[in-house]
C-alpha cells in the first residue's frame, strides 16, 4: 500500500472482506476497520505499531482499528487468512474495541489465557475463524447472518478472556494526532520517491526540527524513516518491474535510486532476491 491509510471499499450494509493470501506484502498502513491475521503455513513477522510479532502456524494476530501495521518479508513462504470488519457489526460494544489496546494482541496455539470458566481461549478464537472462513467461502444461502453471528461469538471470547487496555482520553487524542503527521508524511513520500528526499525535507515538510523527527517516526511506526523509504521504493519498482518492460536502470532511477548498484544491493537486502530474477520469475509464470 503507498499510503499510509489503507481504505478498502467494503459494502456498508456489510463491513466485512475474508482472503486468503501467500508471502503477503505491505507496507506501513493503518484502516478502520479491525484485522485478524490467521497463519496456515510457515512463518512471517508482521509489524504493530512499535512492536515486532513473529507468527508460526496456526497463530494469530489482532491489529485493532488505527493501528500501524506492516508485513516484513523473512525469506520464507507462508500462506495466511486475513479477515478484516467494520466496527458497525458489533453494535453498542464497538467503542469498547477501538477505544482500547490489545496488551497481547498474539495469541499462540501454545499460549494460556486464563479465564473465569476457560482454560484455553485460543482453540475458540481459532474455532469461530475457522467457521467465519467456511461460512465466507461457501457463501450459502444466509451466510451474511452467520458470518455476523461468528463476530459476536469472537467478540464474546475477546471482551470476556483477552486482556484489553482501555485508552485514556490523552492516549487516544495522542493516536489521532499522530496519525495525522503520518498521513502527512506517507503523502509526501508518495509525491516525491523519484527525486531525493533527505532528513530536512522530510522533517520540514510536518513542522519537525531534524532532530525530533527520528524519534518521532520511530517511536510510532517502530521503523526508521530509512528503512521506510527504502521498502517503499522497493514496493514501487515491483509495481515497474510487474507491468511494464522497462529496463532494470530505468527503473531504479524512476524510484529514486541514485545507481543501479544501490537498486540491486537494496532489493536483494529486502526481497532476497536481485531485480533481474524477480522480473524473470515473473515472466516464466
Not at 469461530?128 to 461468528?150: C, D, F, P, W
Not at 484489553?164 to 490523552?170: A, D, F, K, V
Not at 520517491?193 to 520540514?204: R, V
Not at 535510486?257 to 544491493?265: D, E
Request: proline fraction near 2%.
Amino acid at each position: 500500500m503507498s499510503i499510509l491509510h489503507q481504505k478498502r471499499f467494503m459494502n456498508l450494509d456489510f463491513p466485512f472482506s475474508l482472503w486468503i493470501d501467500q508471502d503477503l506484502k505491505f507496507g506501513a498502513h493503518w484502516h478502520q476497520e479491525v484485522e485478524m491475521v490467521y497463519m496456515l503455513e510457515g512463518s512471517m513477522q508482521i509489524g504493530l505499531n512499535n512492536e515486532i510479532y513473529t507468527l508460526n502456524a496456526r497463530d494469530i494476530l489482532f491489529i485493532n482499528s488505527g493501528d500501524i501495521h506492516y508485513f516484513l518479508h523473512n525469506g520464507q513462504s507462508n500462506k495466511e487468512v486475513v479477515i478484516q470488519f467494520g466496527l458497525s457489526l458489533l453494535d453498542m460494544y464497538s467503542d469498547v474495541i477501538s477505544g482500547s489496546r490489545f496488551i497481547n494482541p498474539l495469541i499462540s496455539r501454545k499460549q494460556k489465557i486464563i479465564g473465569n470458566s476457560i482454560e484455553c481461549v485460543y482453540h475458540e478464537i481459532e474455532k469461530q475463524i475457522i467457521l467465519l472462513i467456511n461460512e465466507y467461502q461457501s457463501k450459502r444461502t444466509g451466510y451474511h447472518m452467520a458470518v455476523k453471528a461468528r463476530l459476536y461469538d469472537l467478540a464474546v471470547v475477546i471482551l470476556r478472556y483477552v486482556p484489553l487496555e482501555r485508552y485514556s482520553l490523552e492516549e487516544r487524542t495522542k493516536q489521532l494526532l499522530q496519525l495525522e503527521v503520518l498521513k502527512k508524511i506517507f503523502q509526501y513520500v508518495e509525491e516525491h520517491y523519484e527525486s531525493e528526499i533527505n532528513l530536512e525535507d522530510i522533517s520540514t515538510s510536518v513542522n519537525y526540527s531534524v532532530f525530533y523527527f527520528p524519534r518521532f517516526f520511530k517511536g510510532v511506526t517502530g521503523m526508521t524513516f530509512g528503512h521506510y523509504l527504502r521498502d517503499f521504493r522497493i514496493r514501487k519498482a515491483e509495481e515497474f518491474l510487474r507491468k511494464n518492460d522497462s529496463s532494470i536502470s530505468e527503473v531504479a532511477f524512476r524510484c529514486g535510486f541514485n545507481s543501479v548498484k544501490t537498486f540491486n544491493r537494496v532489493f536483494k537486502q529486502l526481497r532476497g532476491c536481485s531485480p533481474t530474477a524477480y522480473k524473470k520469475a515473473i515472466y516464466e509464470k
